[in-house]
């Protein structure tokens, strides 16, 4: 079984600044997938990053990169450069890549609300 | 961008009702996927679909829910007796791949069970 735990209800920043959510999992699989999602007001869910736990390297998106320390087991969302838009509920989530299993069965954590202030 | 669309947006209904819930997945992707999120708790997956069929489902999709592509665009989730549990939004979702790297969900459904 897979857990996702997001430790932050929830999160201020200033707009402009530098954010980090942090996001640690648990699973038994030794490979599998990590994402990040964004809820705005509206209910949507807006896929912004994804990594592979084989992935060497950080994954990036525009202001969003994903601090990813398997030893740890945790899988940060950093957002640079804040905006006003920015301000949504995140998710982070996962999906083992184990045989039989949906890979698109994700797991998800409880969330992290982030404001943004001007 | 291509996206995943959900209709309707909002559904309200009385107790004991059926609901269809549509989406429409992105043109290429084979996969398709419905989650819930009963309102301040985590999304919850339900059930996976591919090649017509379900390929796994969690133990929340009990007998009251079915999954169908009927016409090869179209992918729907059926709530024959509806609860007051179920309401929350319901997400549908896609990928082409079975690695789920790129899964991208639909706006939601929020249903309303009175």
């Known amino acids: 079984a897979q857990k996702i735990t997001q430790t932050q209800p929830g999160m201020f920043v200033q707009e402009k600044e530098a954010v980090t959510l942090d996001c640690t999992y648990d699973?038994?699989?030794?490979?599998?997938?990590l994402f990040w999602y964004k809820q705005p007001s509206s209910g949507e869910m807006i896929f912004l990053i994804y990594?592979?736990?084989?992935?060497?390297q950080n994954a990036t998106e525009g202001r969003y990169s994903l601090n990813f320390q398997k030893a740890r087991k945790s899988a940060n969302l950093v957002i640079s450069a804040s905006q006003l838009g920015d301000s949504a509920m995140y998710f982070c989530?996962?999906?083992?890549?184990?045989?039989?299993?949906?890979?698109?069965?994700?797991?998800f954590g409880q969330g992290t609300i982030l404001t943004v202030h001007p | 961008e291509p996206e995943v669309t959900q209709t309707p947006s909002h559904q309200v209904t009385q107790m004991g009702q059926e609901v269809i819930l549509r989406c429409v997945p992105i043109s290429n992707h084979l996969y398709f996927y419905w989650y819930r999120q009963i309102l301040g708790q985590k999304v919850e997956f339900l059930v996976s679909?591919?090649?017509?069929?379900?390929?796994?489902k969690s133990e929340i999709f009990d007998d009251q829910f079915s999954v169908e592509r009927p016409d090869g665009s179209n992918f729907t989730l059926k709530i024959r007796s509806t609860k007051l549990e179920d309401s929350a939004m319901y997400f549908c979702a896609s990928s082409a791949d079975n690695y789920g790297e790129k899964l991208f969900f639909g706006s939601g459904t929020q249903l309303s069970v009175l």
């Open positions: 990594q592979g736990s084989y992935d060497q």
């Open positions: 679909f591919y090649n017509n069929e379900i390929s796994e």
């Open positions: 699973t038994s699989d030794p490979s599998y997938g």
């Open positions: 989530a996962m999906n083992p890549f184990a045989g039989g299993t949906s890979y698109g069965k994700l797991t």
